[in-house]
């Protein structure tokens, strides 16, 4: 997909993946409609030229603003990026159900109810993408994370559906993983902290930057799925050919081995 003049609606862009997307679809010359909870924020983000919609994304009323305000100003949408997102440092079986359902609020439901407001307008112009931010915790359970890892899986899960659904209508979708990404994730999480083998594996992470630089880049060649950095394939393709392994090594990165 050519980028110029292509209308992209971004959640969760007041910082860190979100923003970064921001900045790398305007230099490819799209329109911008960005959304966070933080106006703020998304003024930063937008540079002054992308239509904000600060609010709450997990309730209904804040995702029809959004795409009903980019709708009027734009008459399209072409891209929609769920990257609205929040993780959970805490035991399956111990975390609070109040925190998990919160999680899984953002993290899944909003983000279906997005895709159920924009995928009709895309289907009727037989055009589109549907871009969402998943994880590679959503292609390989982290067990410091279970619980966010899972709600990664249910994204991977219905992009690749979606992506059936919608095959003759003209509309695609790509799921992006990043790995460990430098930005503020771990200081907005729902509870709970990275273990120290975790914290100790920043010296691999990749900046916002780059992590939106893959997903612009996949965009334009109508990727299926990204991982980003692209050595975590390496790590998925052991996960399936050795998984005792993989296990036994997040387990010691998680102090329960």
Known sequence: MRLEGKVVLITGASEGIGAACAAEFAAAGAQLSLTARSAEGLARAGGGTALLTAGDLTLEETRRQAVDRTLAQFGAIDVLINNAGVGLY?????????????????????????????????????????????????KIPLPWMTLYSASKY??????????????????????????????????????????AGVLRARRRAISAAECARAIRRGVERDARTILAPPAGWILVALARLFPWAVEARMAEINGTA
């Open 90 to 138: 805490a035991r399956s079986w111990s975390a609070p159900m109040e925190e998990v359902r919160g999680l899984m609020e953002l993290n899944f439901f909003a983000l279906l109810g997005m895709i159920q407001l924009v995928t009709p307008h895309m289907c009727a112009r037989r055009s589109g993408m549907i871009v969402n931010v998943s994880s590679i915790g959503g």
């Open 154 to 195: 249910a994204v991977s899960g219905l992009t690749e559906g979606l992506r059936m659904e919608l095959r003759g209508d003209g509309v695609k979708t790509m799921l992006a993983c990043p790995g460990y990404v430098t930005t503020g994730f771990q200081q907005h999480v729902r509870g709970g902290a990275a273990p």
